[in-house]
């Protein structure tokens, strides 16, 4: 299904086609929402603190986790008090707001909460209802809440939005479900207060829109690989010129494929769907070679005890020029709206 959607959104296979009327059906519903969010009818919470969006107009991965990362990071050096609210993707329904810490159970909470809580260390909540996760970790004291995910989630009102793009497959044939991959339309991008693009762009033309002219380019970069079992970490480089396993159960696995191969690994490809629930016995590929995975599918094995099993984090990585001015203006948006 993956290739067969990809080839459709991303490699210009006519058969989108069929979809269109579908899609008209899809942004119908889409308008229709957005309007009784904006007349009333649909009910808006605000915050007791500012809400920063961090998210994307298309499905599939675009690098919102490590720019959420990133950005929490980043606010908590200026003096920020951050906190995160996540839908919990790929964990067990709810009907409350859970905290999440590191010690956290994915197949409860998701994958990508405990991989949040694990590398910010700041308070993290998941929940459905962003606007109740918003207002628990507001009484848990923190001063600015971060949303994963959350960009066609109005009930929460926000004070800030980021969009991320995924570089090299852009927003594909920049049509709406089921015909193209976006959720909303390109002029969404007209909204959103920041465009960021994970890799270096490739869409050019006469559609390209004012938000994506002034986008943000950053990169995701690995350099040491940590054993699953923690017995050891080793540049990455260290694996160059051998064969492993390449394991990734998230929205664009062939980034992550793409990255190792880039660093002269000669990767055999395992593409899991997005936040699938991947357990060791899924990982014995019946040979010696190494397996690398993603830091997202690391959280759902836990420790184990083979040394063949490696997980591969990634950093974010944007130039100082460009980042400085940009926190400068999140930073002012901030504290302007947490003045008395």
């Given at each position: ?13 006519p ?11 899809y ?12 007349i ?35 606010l ?6 951050p ?5 919990g993707?790929g ?15 994915p197949?409860v ?52 939005e ?12 920049r ?16 909204e ?16 390209i ?31 160059s010129?051998?064969?492993?396993h ?6 664009n ?10 660093h002269?690994i ?19 590929f019946?040979d010696?070679f190494d ?7 690391a959280?759902k094995?836990?420790h184990?005890?083979?040394?063949k ?10 130039d ?7 926190l400068?203006q999140v930073?002012s ?8």
């Amino acid at each position: 299904m993956y290739n067969w959607l990809h080839r459709m959104w991303y490699k210009g296979a006519p058969y989108y086609r069929l979809f269109i009327p579908l899609s008209g059906m899809y942004w119908l519903l889409i308008t229709l929402r957005r309007f009784l969010y904006q007349i009333g009818l649909f009910g808006r919470q605000k915050a007791a603190v500012p809400v920063v969006v961090v998210g994307n107009i298309t499905t599939g991965g675009t690098g919102k986790t490590p720019v959420t990362i990133w950005l929490v990071n980043a606010l908590s050096t200026r003096g920020f008090t951050p906190g995160i609210v996540s839908r919990g993707y790929g964990g067990s329904r709810s009907t409350t707001s859970m905290r999440v810490d590191s010690a956290s159970d994915p197949a409860v909470v998701g994958d990508e909460p405990v991989l949040l809580a694990r590398r910010t260390q700041c308070p993290v909540v998941v929940d459905a209802n962003r606007a109740r996760a918003a207002q628990m970790l507001a009484d848990d004291g923190v001063d600015v809440i971060v949303a994963d995910d959350g960009l066609q989630h109005y009930g929460l009102e926000r004070t800030y939005e980021i969009c991320v793009i995924d570089g090299a497959r852009g927003l594909g044939n920049r049509l709406l479900l089921p015909a193209g991959p976006l959720r909303e339309t390109i002029a969404r991008l007209e909204e959103v207060d920041q465009v960021l693009i994970n890799g270096q762009r490739h869409e050019e033309g006469a559609d390209i829109t004012a938000g994506e002219q002034n986008a943000i380019e950053f990169n995701l970069v690995a350099s040491e690989v940590e054993r699953l079992n923690g017995s050891l970490a080793r540049s990455i480089e260290r694996f160059s010129g051998t064969t492993a396993h390449g394991v990734a159960a998230i929205g664009n696995p062939a980034r992550f494929f793409d990255m190792l191969r880039a660093h002269g690994i000669q990767v055999i490809e395992h593409a899991f769907q997005d936040h699938a629930a991947i357990s060791q016995r899924d990982l014995e590929f019946g040979d010696d070679f190494d397996v690398l995975m993603t830091e997202k599918d690391a959280v759902k094995l836990g420790h184990v005890r083979s040394d063949k099993y490696w997980v591969v984090p990634v950093d974010m990585q944007i130039d100082a020029a460009a980042a400085g001015p940009w926190l400068e203006q999140v930073e002012s948006r901030l504290r302007s709206e947490m003045e008395p």
